[in-house]
């Protein structure tokens, strides 16, 4: 059974670091793209990172709002994907989820592109 656990979240301050991690069944981590989404209170589900090793040229693409300040990665050895976050905002607040699919670089911001997703980590940034 496909199993995503992600780690990481908790409470900062704004200006802070946070590193998220999503550790990923063996079985399919190799085979496909990987992404963040989040979903703050009352809100509909984001997209905010996505990185692919299948793509040719760009593999990785950021949500507007997180570009310059968020980095998407992944160690295949370990099997696990990493959003690191840095100079974090009160709007960042949210619960992440990572998902694995096999989206295109024309569809990685659609969430129903992705079919396995992690329970979700809350992160909450205070002013």
Same mark, same amino acid.
């Given at each position: 059974?496909?199993?995503?656990?992600?780690?990481? !979240?908790?409470?900062?301050?704004?200006?802070?670091? #946070?590193? #998220?991690?999503?550790?990923?069944?063996?079985?399919? &981590?190799?085979?496909?793209?990987?992404?963040? &989404?989040?979903? !703050?209170?009352?809100?509909?589900?984001? &997209?905010?990172?996505?990185?692919?090793?299948?793509?040719? !040229?760009?593999? %990785?693409?950021?949500?507007?709002?997180?570009?310059?300040? &968020? %980095?998407?990665?992944?160690?295949?050895?370990?099997? %696990?994907?990493?959003?690191?976050?840095?100079? #974090?905002?009160?709007?960042?607040?949210?619960?992440?989820?990572?998902?694995?699919?096999?989206?295109?670089?024309? %569809?990685?911001? #659609?969430?129903?592109?992705?079919?396995?997703?992690?329970?979700?980590?809350?992160?909450?940034?205070?002013?």
């Amino acid at each position: 059974q496909v199993q995503l656990v992600e780690s990481g !979240g908790g409470l900062v301050q704004a200006g802070d670091s #946070l590193r #998220l991690s999503c550790a990923a069944s063996e079985r399919i &981590f190799s085979s496909y793209n990987w992404a963040w &989404f989040r979903q !703050g209170r009352g809100k509909e589900r984001e &997209f905010v990172a996505v990185i692919s090793d299948a793509w040719i !040229g760009r593999n %990785t693409y950021y949500a507007d709002s997180v570009k310059g300040r &968020f %980095t998407i990665s992944r160690d295949n050895a370990k099997n %696990t994907v990493y959003l690191q976050m840095n100079s #974090l905002k009160p709007e960042d607040t949210a619960v992440y989820y990572c998902a694995a699919g096999r989206s295109s670089s024309g %569809t990685y911001h #659609l969430s129903e592109v992705y079919n396995y997703w992690g329970q979700g980590t809350q992160v909450t940034v205070s002013s």
